[in-house]
């Protein structure tokens, strides 16, 4: 079983290098609260479809303009989402992350020649982890093979386990006669569908275990998709657990996972549900004001916060939290009575 693939680290990658957050507009904010609740479910159609109400009424937002342009890109919407991102590099400039889209965006229209230029640039920015990937192939595409080369070795150091990167090394390697490198490159990449494979595997075995087994037994078949250094296999293991109330063995593989992946929304979501869930809220802070800083259009994320922070008797920092979250989701009643508890509460101290 896979880790449930969902849009939501796309949509934290555009957070990463997008606009400082301005203020939404209040009738705007619910929309995009469900846009981003529909990108973690996949639901991209239906994501775009409310990012598009919310610029009805927040026309002039960059921040949620440039979230909807990314759901179209997701969507391959190639056209529409250009014209998104066009407009905001009109806005606001030459961002790292507007050339970052607009560059691969150009390697699927065949421009190599503007792929490149947008790409260069950004190989030696952290924030673009696959930069010299898709760099590597604009220059494959353009016909030169020599810094095709260069930059999917680039590519393949900077994430030695992504099949992709392996594959499209061995095959330039090919291309160039380089024989040995080539079969190694492709052994890389069988490896690496392989160990994805057995993820897949071992995660079915573990989600029936857990649902038929007691733990004890269970635990021995789960911890088989455990690698110390495989931040993914990791947050997987701890994703299951968590989903099936196992929370004590979640915390061991989600301590572990970000220290790997320190920028994994899903990582410290997963690791402070489990503190909550034990009863640790004043370890579950941290983690998850993380994660709600990693994603705070996430209503899950704040009203987990908001839960932790009541229950350690600090509502008036819960209440901001829960009225934030409110905004996203206003159609969630018991959201809705706790604010209004809380806010009865404060006005009975006064």
């Known amino acids: 079983m896979r880790a449930r693939r969902n849009a939501v680290p796309l949509l934290l990658f555009v957070l990463s290098?997008?606009?400082?957050?301005?203020?939404?507009?209040?009738?705007?904010?619910?929309?995009?609260?469900?846009?981003?609740r529909l990108m973690q479910d996949r639901l991209l159609g239906e994501a775009a479809a409310e990012f598009e109400q919310a610029l009805a009424l927040d026309p002039e937002n960059d921040e949620v303009r440039i979230q909807y342009a990314t759901c179209l890109f997701a969507q391959e919407r190639n056209g529409d989402a250009r014209k998104e991102f066009e407009f905001e590099r009109k806005r606001l400039g030459e961002l790292p992350g507007l050339n970052y889209y607009l560059g691969r965006l150009d390697l699927r229209a065949n421009d190599s020649a503007s792929a490149i230029r947008r790409l260069t640039p950004l190989e030696s920015n952290p924030a673009f982890p696959k930069a010299s990937l898709y760099l590597g192939l604009a220059y494959l595409a353009a016909g030169q093979l020599t810094r095709?080369?260069?930059?999917?070795?680039?590519?393949?150091?900077?994430?030695?386990?992504?099949p992709e990167v392996h594959y499209r090394l061995a095959r330039v390697y090919s291309?160039?006669?380089?024989?040995?490198?080539?079969?190694?490159?492709?052994?890389?990449?069988?490896d690496s569908r392989e160990n994805q494979r057995l993820a897949d595997q071992n995660g079915h075995e573990c989600t029936v275990a857990l649902k038929t087994q007691p733990i004890a037994q269970a635990r021995a078949i789960c911890n088989r998709i455990a690698d110390?250094?495989?931040?993914r296999r990791l947050i997987l293991l701890g994703q299951l657990y968590c989903e099936n109330g196992a929370f004590s063995d979640a915390l061991e593989p989600l301590r572990r996972a970000v220290q790997l992946e320190p920028e994994s929304f899903e990582a410290w979501q997963y690791l402070g549900l489990s503190l909550f869930r034990l009863g640790r809220y004043q370890e579950s802070l941290a983690p998850l004001r993380r994660s709600a800083g990693l994603n705070p259009r996430y209503f899950n994320s704040l009203v987990l916060l908001a839960s932790a922070l009541h229950a350690l008797g600090d509502d008036a920092a819960a209440l901001p939290v829960l009225e934030q979250a409110h905004e996203l989701n206003p159609q969630d009643t018991a959201v809705a009575a706790r604010i209004e508890q809380l806010r009865a509460a404060r006005k009975g101290r006064k």
């Open 148 to 162: 095709a080369v260069e930059s999917l070795e680039r590519a393949a150091r900077a994430n030695p386990r992504d």
């Open 17 to 36: 290098w997008a606009p400082a957050q301005v203020p939404t507009k209040p009738e705007a904010a619910a929309h995009i609260g469900k846009a981003v």
């Open 175 to 190: 291309m160039s006669g380089r024989t040995t490198e080539a079969d190694r490159e492709y052994q890389f990449y069988r």
């Open 228 to 231: 110390p250094n495989d931040a």
